[in-house]
Antibody, heavy 117, light 111 residues
Framework: QVQLQESGPGLVKPSETLSLTCTVS????????WTWIRQPPGKGLEWIGY???????NYNPSLKSRVTISVDTSKNQFSLKLSSVTAADTAMYYC???????????WGQGTLVTVSS | NFMLTQPHSVSESPGKTVTISCTRN????????VQWYQQRPGSAPTTVIY?????PSGVPDRFSGSIDSSSNSVSLTISGLKTEDEADYYC??????????FGGGTKLTVL
């Protein structure tokens, strides 16, 4: 059974960079797409972007200038960096595996990131 | 880009059948597959339907997806409702550059 676990700081200061890592267990990171999605408190889901195991990426145009998603196949991990954060970036951040390029089969449990000074 | 519109909330009684719609405002709904995600209170989402009508392993066949090109919409139908089905449901699709779009979500109450 594939499992995904997000990790990273729960509190980030405004204007700094949010950094999260997703560790994949129970399966290889190779041969799949891997996605980041976020959900502000009390609101709906927002797609951030995805990466293929080869390193090719696709980002939400509204976040593209601030987002970097990378993959480390040796560690079976992929990561998210979001720069110049504001309070609007406060959200639960989920990592996920794509069953196909545009659909998820496995989700992480999520990690709450608060942007505050 | 396009938008996906869902009803804000629906409610139905246990044992009954409920349908949640997801309407695409521009472009054909049939152009790109639609997925459905269930999010129970306080939990991460899970996938209940992908590629319009495919169920991941472990999802009961009470959940089904369909497409209605005449109304440019897709629907998630849940039959034999159980209290455990009470959750938020999100539809999701993508455009020609595989940029994902989510619907606003529908709160299902089973009362």
């Amino acid at each position: 059974q594939v499992q995904l676990q997000e990790s990273g700081p729960g509190l980030v200061k405004p204007s700094e960079t949010l950094s999260l890592t997703c560790t994949v267990s129970g399966g290889s990171i190779s041969s799949y797409y891997w996605t980041w999605i976020r959900q502000p408190p009390g609101k709906g889901l927002e797609w951030i972007g995805y990466i293929f195991h080869t390193g090719s990426t696709n980002y939400n145009p509204s976040l593209k200038s601030r987002v970097t998603i990378s993959v480390d196949t040796s560690k079976n991990q992929f990561s998210l960096k979001l720069s110049s954060v504001t309070a609007a970036d406060t959200a639960m951040y989920y990592c996920a595996r794509n069953v196909v390029a545009a659909a998820i089969d496995y989700w992480g449990q999520g990690t709450l990131v608060t942007v505050s000074s | 880009n396009f938008m996906l519109t869902q009803p804000h909330s629906v409610s139905e009684s246990p044992g009954k059948t409920v349908t949640i719609s997801c309407t695409r405002n521009s472009g054909s709904i049939a152009t790109n597959y639609v997925q459905w995600y269930q999010q129970r209170p306080g939990s991460a989402p899970t996938t209940v339907i992908y590629e319009d009508n495919q169920r991941p392993s472990g999802v009961p066949d009470r959940f089904s997806g369909s497409i209605d090109s005449s109304s440019n919409s897709v629907s998630l139908t849940i039959s034999g409702l159980k209290t455990e089905d009470e959750a938020d449901y999100y539809c999701q699709s993508y455009d020609s550059t595989i940029h994902w779009v989510f619907g606003g979500g529908t709160k299902l109450t089973v009362l």
